[in-house]
């Protein structure tokens, strides 16, 4: 049977996600999941469709209901709004919607390292483009004519932010698809919202940050509705389930309690920053729920193991031509407090 | 934007599921829904799930303790379990491990038309073999070099099942690689897990149907655990949810449950396919849960309306060079009552 599989897909080792480990002993600061649980809102929600003997029934293929919130959320059309089972599944959507065999993907990095497997499932090449050293993009952009052009705003693992106005050039200057993946856009000072009348950008966003819910699989883009119709025909038909939905739909619903776990996490973020430094790590100033830090004077990953094994795991990353660090996602202040304590003996 | 769409996307009409009204009006008998909720079992883990803090942390990503579930209740090797978001997601999966782009996707006809949409999203051909006037696979198969065949069985819409050495003679004759679709073997009188085996044979199953969960989204696949590693490389990391993941768990568990509601299922066809041939309809016999009903007197599209304006919902379908009929979801006993005094008035 694996001889008859497609070349691309024997070749590729396929993406690996952070560890998760199912005990509740460890600390995981290592796939930025919010430390602080979905609002009741959502509970709620999902006890509701439990109560009303809707399981057995297909989902809205459409979600108009989410959308409709999001829309109200964000203050765009509804329909400008595509509904994905988790952001990776929009990420594949358009992966399949805009790049053939062969085509062209491109990315800056160090970045998301999804984007590279999503262009090896899909059989095309997959260029990319180191970021300069203050985290920016080159210009000129030296790649022309990529069917897909991905760009994490913030980005993973920086947690860096492309200003606005860079952003409208880059949008222009490349002129293919631009996708905007704003996971972590809730942890910013701004977003990409005014960029969708360029024509060429999508923003993609996800409810597993800055809404607590990872485990239910819920992302979405915003789009031009024509493009959302067109992305409708890729999706598998019924992509998100009536759990997801309705515990998506509460959560945009309730913009309050999202600011608040939001304010808790930046004001962590400060603190865990300034300790770092104080440690002796260099610590990338963070626009997302996570830090990137390194050390000029040794390799991180001894620090990495030994953290895990006194249970604490953050992300470990090693890019080709830039080097090491340490991803580590914004917990409570509490867990921050016990991974400084653990960080103080070793470094 | 849309000039950068791949043209295969631009072209494609794209798949159109079942209507899904929603309010609780309508006798929605037109997507094989199970009348039957869930096993109360799959309520009670949702709950668990809730009341554990688990919605802000990723999912399993192999969804380990659905695979020993299912494991068991097949008596499989938990290895050769492959989860997914519905087996829509699963036949997505084995598309794009298999076919390349310009490649060939084979299905006799008539049956599942998103196996067509399937090809055009991967800008692969398809070509579709009509069955025999008994609904059995044309000897020889006239494809040849297909990179993936596609069957249901039972298929739909005439609720027919190849036997199996049929099967097994049929694998062997194409020789690629053989996507059984068993969305509705739980209502049929065999299976085809014996047919694993053959090396070039990969089962899917629905969790929709005959577990009463359409709303979670649930499918698997059952294959060699080779291939199933392969496409795990394939899927999105976290293509299962949390919620989804525990209702599928426990449903998998509780096989008595299933049982019950498919002997009942199974009691109420005998009696809607004997009604049916007693108004005149033409009633292939069925192994799954809906009936495939057609006449020669007259043509159908104006009974399915009739019925729609009686607030009744089944599947009318036509099929070029084969013609039309209507696929009606077998619902409880009352629910197909109210259908027969409906048809009784009518023709």
Not at 62 to 87: E, H, K, M, T, Y
């Amino acid at each position: 049977m694996l001889q008859h599989l497609r070349p691309n897909i024997r070749a590729m080792a396929g993406y690996v996600p952070g560890e998760q480990p199912r005990d509740g002993v460890v600390l995981k600061l290592n796939t930025n999941e919010n430390p602080y649980p979905p609002s009741p809102r959502v509970l709620a929600a999902v006890q509701r469709v439990l109560h009303e003997d809707r399981l057995r029934k297909y989902p809205d293929p459409i979600g108009r209901q989410f959308c409709q919130a999001a829309g109200r959320a964000l203050n765009v059309d509804p329909d400008a709004i595509l509904i994905g089972n988790g952001s990776d599944d929009i990420l594949t959507i358009l992966t399949r919607a805009f790049v053939p065999e062969g085509g062209l993907m491109a990315s800056p990095s160090p970045s998301y390292i999804l984007y590279r497997t999503l262009a090896e499932i899909q059989g095309a090449r997959f260029q990319c483009v180191p970021f300069t050293p203050d985290w920016q993009l080159q210009k000129p952009w030296p790649v022309h004519g990529a069917h897909l052009t991905l760009l994490p705003n913030p980005n993973s693992p920086s947690g860096t932010s492309i200003a606005l106005p860079d952003l409208e050039r880059f949008a222009d200057e490349i002129g293919g698809p631009l996708l905007l993946d704003e996971a972590y856009v809730d942890f910013a000072d701004h977003d990409s919202l005014p960029l969708l009348n360029r024509g060429n950008v999508v923003i993609t966003r996800t409810l597993s940050k800055s809404y607590s819910l990872a485990g239910i699989r819920f992302g979405f883009a915003v789009a031009d509705p024509a493009l959302v119709r067109e992305c409708i025909k890729v999706k598998d038909s019924y992509n998100c389930d009536v759990l997801s939905l309705a515990a998506a739909t509460a959560a945009m619903e309730d913009q309050d309690y999202r600011l608040s776990t939001r304010a808790r996490i930046l004001a962590t973020r400060v603190r865990l920053t300034a300790a770092l430094q104080q440690l002796g790590f260099t610590v990338t100033p963070s626009q997302a729920n996570f830090v990137w830090c390194r050390r000029a004077d040794r390799p991180l990953k001894p620090l990495y193991e030994e953290l895990k094994r006194r249970l604490i795991l953050v992300r470990y990353m090693s890019y080709e031509g830039y080097g090491d660090g340490l991803r580590i996602t914004v917990g409570t202040d509490e867990e921050i407090d016990r991974l400084l304590a653990e960080l103080r003996q070793l470094v």
